[in-house]
């Protein structure tokens, strides 16, 4: 069994060769351990979001660790979820809401997703309200994710479940909110459909809404 705290450890510390040593061992006997692999990657992210909240990590730390990250789920996405890719691929739209300009965790998610079997539309990050609309309408799409990392984020998501609704829309949609301030709550302020941190979780959820939707 991996050591997963030591696994966590050195995606705190940005030891990019370690990390992926120890997720090249998770993959050896075909990734049997590749969710708690992922747990301990996000675990050794909180880290870094400490160091950088207490001064000692820099933007730059930031965006390496993001590349270590979506590296790391590179190396696991095929274990995580397995056999998602095969037959017809349910489109969705994945972006940050309006005034969010974060993108590390919306990319980690794009990745499961398509490994998951899913044409993921990214529409990047700080998107209106009313684009996410206008694309859903024109590529018929009826799953949306929508990621935030501010607080005011939780804002963006709301105006863009109101947007559906105000388009008509809204019953044909299914809502997914993520990210840091993302909670039960904010679910339940937003009028989304359901709410998660966790990229395994995410596709899982969508999965669930595309088989019903088939």
């Not at 397995?82 to 794009?110: A, F, Q, R, W, Y």
Request: aromatic share 4%; hydrophobic share 45%.
């Amino acid at each position: 069994m991996a050591d997963f705290e030591a696994l966590a450890q050195a995606m705190g510390d940005l030891d990019e060769d370690t990390v992926k040593e120890m997720l090249a061992e998770v993959m050896a006997d075909g990734g049997s351990e590749a969710q708690q692999a992922m747990a301990a990657c996000q675990k050794g992210m909180d880290i870094v979001g400490k160091l950088f909240e207490e001064g000692e990590y820099f933007v730059g730390d930031l965006i390496y660790a993001g590349e270590l990250m979506t590296d790391a789920v590179g190396i696991l996405k095929d274990a995580l979820v397995k056999g998602g890719s095969e037959g017809p691929k349910t489109k969705m739209i994945l972006c940050t809401v309006k005034d969010d300009l974060h993108d590390i965790g919306k990319n980690i998610v794009k990745s499961i997703l398509e490994a998951g079997g899913f044409e993921v539309l990214d529409l990047g990050i700080d998107v209106p309200a009313e684009k996410i609309v206008e694309e859903a309408k024109a590529n018929d799409i009826h799953i949306v994710a929508l990621s935030g990392v501010l607080t005011l984020a939780i804002d963006s998501m709301k105006e863009t479940v109101e947007a559906f609704r105000e388009a008509g829309m809204r019953d044909q949609m299914k809502i997914i909110i993520g990210g840091a301030p993302v909670n039960a709550q904010a679910c339940e302020y937003t009028g989304a459909d359901a709410w998660t941190t966790s990229p395994q979780e995410t596709v899982k959820i969508c999965s669930g809404w595309a088989a019903q939707m088939q």
